[in-house]
């Protein structure tokens, strides 16, 4: 299966296909010096079948985990490819999650003012997600994606038979921002969690979810408007997220919880709720408010006059921005999730 | 005097004016957040100049000189924004030479992938040059400019008062760029150094070599070809200037030494070299081939297939960009300077 990003000369398709990380050398040219970004959590057997297809791979293993995506490995990734000599014809690869990608991508930005980029991503989020749309990032002081660049790649290749080594957990927390696509976009998509085993058409969810971010990604690449829609869910999730000593949750968990309170229509809400323990992500969590809304004051989503854009849900596939004060958010937070 | 960028989306205004930085907070919207990036050679008059017109200002002042072209500073001025809680909406204002603009350029950049950017250069260099082209960049491992985005301010102010302060070799430093540009493309310009002293008409000088920069980059922003043109001297030029222990040259003396070599008009590369003198820009450099080699193999010109672009000027006005292997420039190099 492929999908073409149509973005002018930042065009590139997304394949999705199983056993694409053994053909990817058929799908680019891997005779330059290639830069296999990859982390301790990704079997090594993936690693070895990328390399054995460069001619001249020069792999990196971040340390598994969020902390990875830190200034200190976007510097260590530019850093590597100095010293191996890497020019504007040379590639960057990376295969992995989300953090992965993002610092990879992030540093192919960057390397020489952008070269190359093919982004393998090998987990649920990351080939529903963090495979689509061209934002890189890095975090700071604990915040999620506070530096980074709006860049393309030129390649995607999401293996599908890669989901089959993941842990449960993992692989059920990707499928929050699926959730999501239907949610905002594809009510049949949204049917399939309430009517089918994810397991039996995880393929079909994962070219549903791209392709219904690609419409929106294509109409506003830099998120002056539209895309922003996306990000529903996303600010009180990336402030579960954010927020230490909160169990340790993913963040397709972290996005799931954060939906919730945005959803305006209480059996809309319902049923969110359903799918959401059918697949196992939470459905409810204790926090503090007030740890959380400072932490949003933080994040990218205030505006200069004090207030915040959410993303709000009225009904399956009827969404709009929503400008709220710090107050009226607080309101939200508290009694969204109980 | 303004001369206006057309870049779509990206178009902005360079203001070249007597006094410009007093009149920043007419000139743009300062009722936000501005990072003010200056460093410890830059008048402090200056700084407070600026600051004063802000509402927020956050004074961040850098070291002195191409060290602080760093990715730790880059990763300095994004935690100091997130730390003041910078927002989308909020502004990076650079005042100094071409080593803070580039630093202050790829933070804007970088931070909540890209914020308004405003850029005062207060030398003749980056006036001339490092205002102009939305190119902004870090070293990694001594070599100049390994990372960085392309990214275009949203303002730059040229205030050429503070030309005044400049110690002689750094005024004279700068205008090796703008030799640069009336070689490649305005006669005119060349022959006013030729003919007049420069301090006389310094702001026809500025404004002709924007002017002649502005054609270039507003029909190739992102140096797809005709841009390249630019590079003219910077081959040779960035690898003396990396090479440590050649008497610690100036970025312009090294660029005026590395176009030397690459005007293969025997007349017109004695007619560079009455203007160099006339300057006070250096004419010969003794240097090891070998080394300068070495470090021009690390540069961005080296391409897939072993050799590199250079630009090559048979007369002025008439410049071609060249692909040569690495015999042959290891000739130019041996034979052009002596």
Redesign the interface.
Known sequence: MKITMRLGERSYDIIIKEGGLGRIGQLANLS?RVLVVSDSGVPEEYIRTVLAQCSAGVPVILQQGEGAKS?ES??TL??VM??H?F????TVLAVGGGVVGDVAG?AA??????IRFINCPTTTLAQIDASVGG?T?VN??G?K??????YQPSLVVADTDALKTLPPRHFVNGLAEAVKAGLLFDETLFTMFEEQDVHDCITDIIVRSIAAKQSVVERDEREKGLRATLNFGHTIGHAIESCEGLGGLYHGECVALGMLPMIEEPSVRRRVRSVYKKLGLPVHIRYDGDKIMEFI??D?K???DGTFTVVRLAQIGKSRLDKVTAEQLRGIIREGIR
Chains 1, 2 share one sequence.
Not at 87 to 90: F, L, S, Y
Not at 145 to 150: H, I, R, S
């Open positions: 330059r200034l976007f510097g530019l850093n100095y010293e000599g020019t504007r014809a040379d992030f930005s960057a390397y020489m003012r952008g934002k990032a700071i002081g915040a994606n506070v530096a980074g660049a709006f004051r933080h990218k205030q505006r200069a």
